[in-house]
């Protein structure tokens, strides 16, 4: 069965601190994308990646596929960055279908 | 327009009533997907279109819910005889075509509520 598991579910952080969130999946993927939704429902795709690594100003994307594991950082954390993080995979069954995790909601105090 | 488009952006309706919403992608993004999202989870792939091709579609779609891409463009989401359980964000992305992987542009949802 394909599934996405997401951690923490919920995390408070103070200003500048680093972010840490984990998201495991089940089977072998094509991809693994790292999204972005603020309160009102926008979603934002942040990263998509299939393997290494990859960086975009101060959130850092990684995956290591025998591991089956992705994580997203953030670095000098903002009350900006406050949002639900989102990953979401696509496993090699199947094209066009993504399985997203649950989220996990971040909040950065100032 | 660079984004995804989607109208209406709140609908509130009756039980029993059917509801149609509108997505319109990213000009020459080939494909379009729709989700549906509900308070606290993370969204449900519902189908897929590549061009006018529904050629996914999930089995939370049930025959109360139908989808078309007519002219490969804009798409249509409606949903018949709706139920309170039909509450949620829909959501639509789009993202064009190439061999292996994409990226999904979103819209910004429609936000239905069911009397």
């Known amino acids: 069965k394909n599934e996405v598991e997401q951690s923490p579910q919920n995390l408070t952080a103070q200003e500048g601190e680093f972010i840490t969130i984990n998201c495991s999946y089940s089977?072998?993927?094509?991809?693994l994308h790292w999204l972005q939704q603020h309160p009102g429902g926008g979603i934002v795709s942040l990263f998509m990646?299939?393997?290494?690594?990859k960086k975009h100003g101060r959130l850092i994307a990684t995956i290591n596929i025998q591991e089956k594991h992705s994580s997203l950082h953030i670095t000098a954390s903002h009350p900006r960055d406050s949002a639900v993080y989102i990953c979401?995979?696509?496993?090699?069954?199947?094209?066009?279908?993504?399985?997203w995790g649950a989220g996990t909601k971040l909040i950065i105090k100032p | 327009d660079t984004g995804v488009s989607q109208d209406p952006r709140h609908k509130i309706t009756k039980r029993g009533q059917n509801v149609t919403f509108r997505c319109d992608p990213i000009?020459?993004?080939?494909?379009l997907y729709w989700y549906r999202q509900t308070l606290g989870q993370g969204p449900e792939f519902l189908t897929y279109?590549?061009?006018?091709?529904?050629?996914?579609k999930s089995r939370l779609l049930s025959d109360r819910f139908s989808a078309e891409r007519p002219k490969g463009s804009f798409s249509t989401l409606e949903i018949q005889r709706t139920e309170q359980g039909d509450s949620a964000m829909y959501l639509c992305?789009?993202?064009?075509?190439?061999?292996?992987?994409?990226?999904?542009?979103f819209g910004p949802g429609t936000r239905l509520t069911v009397l």
């Open positions: 992305a789009s993202s064009p075509s190439g061999a292996g992987v994409d990226t999904q542009y």
């Open positions: 990646l299939s393997s290494g690594k």
């Open positions: 279109f590549q061009n006018e091709a529904q050629l996914e």
């Open positions: 089977v072998g993927i094509s991809a």
């Open positions: 979401a995979a696509r496993f090699m069954d199947s094209n066009y279908q993504l399985i």
């Open positions: 000009s020459e993004h080939n494909r």
